[in-house]
């Protein structure tokens, strides 16, 4: 199997795009509808092609938006900007794509109960409303395999499934591999196109441990896991914990090569985005 090279951003520069729409998919998840002429603009690549997600801050009527489209130079002008004018950033991962309408789908993960605080992008999922604006800056692809390989393994929580989605989807038909991913109920799971070759795996956390870490229980299914022969490309995303344990057990545990296993924490139990 030929390795997917990947890509960083072509031409980035931050782009306006408009919520269309707003649809709850489950109890933990919302999927917002961008479109306008900025998506227009955006060079879709499939598999997990990820972006920067500028949200206005409560009172702001508009947001003072990066000019800069280096890597640095963008974020040194976001902290040069005064807290109080700067726009809520989060990363967020391109679920579905329509080019011929300029319209991409983001899958929201909704925290919290409804008495407790929710960060800026659960607001915004639950409270878009069609022409609502937003910011958005091409990051690029992180699926990168940079060596020859005979099958795949994928691992996610919630908030990688999309990754997880856009990879399968992405993938060839002859593609081999397992993908693990861990679901806070039943009622998360999603349809995807998947290859016939690629056994996928729900993990559903209120089954497996409820009072658990997110992550922990695909983690478990990982270190159990009956491995088909050959070399792998390993791909984990989500819950620190999850992304780095996936890791620590491929390459302590199984052998893997350190070259051989792309992981990304997307974010941390216990700790919010601080951005």
């Not at 919520?19 to 917002?32: F, I």
């Not at 130079?73 to 726009?87: C, I």
Request: with cysteine; hydrophobic share 40%; proline share 7%.
């Amino acid at each position: 199997m030929s390795a997917y090279k990947g890509r960083r951003p072509v031409e980035p520069h931050v782009l306006v795009a408009e919520v269309v729409t707003t649809k709850r998919m489950s109890q933990n998840l919302v999927r917002v509808t961008l479109g306008g002429p900025g998506i227009g603009q955006l060079t879709l690549g499939g598999h997990d092609q990820w972006f920067r997600l500028f949200l206005p801050r409560p009172g702001q009527d508009a947001m003072r938006l990066p000019t800069r489209t280096s890597s640095l130079g963008w974020y040194a002008q976001y902290l040069v900007t005064p807290r109080s004018q700067r726009p809520w950033v989060r990363s967020y991962t391109i679920r579905g794509s329509r080019p011929d309408l300029h319209e991409i789908d983001v899958d929201f993960v909704v925290h919290g109960a409804d008495d407790e605080p929710h960060g800026p992008g659960t607001t915004f999922a639950e409270t878009a409303r069609p022409g609502d604006s937003v910011g958005i800056l091409d990051q690029g692809i992180g699926y990168n395999p940079r060596h020859e390989h005979d099958w795949t393994l994928l691992v996610a929580d919630e908030s990688g499934l999309p990754a997880v989605a856009g990879v399968c989807e992405s993938l060839a038909d002859d593609a081999r591999g397992i993908a693990v991913v861990e679901v806070p109920t039943a009622d998360d799971k999603q349809d995807f196109r998947v290859p016939d070759g690629i056994e996928l795996l729900w993990v559903e956390r209120d089954r497996a441990d409820p009072a658990a870490v997110p992550g922990a229980a695909a983690l478990a299914v990982v270190r159990e896991a009956r491995f088909p022969a050959g070399a792998v490309y390993a791909f984990a995303v989500g819950e620190s914990g999850l992304a780095t344990g996936v890791r620590r057990h491929l390459v302590n545990d199984r052998g893997v090569p350190k070259a051989h296993v792309d992981f990304v924490g997307y974010w941390r139990h216990g700790r919010a985005a601080q951005s």
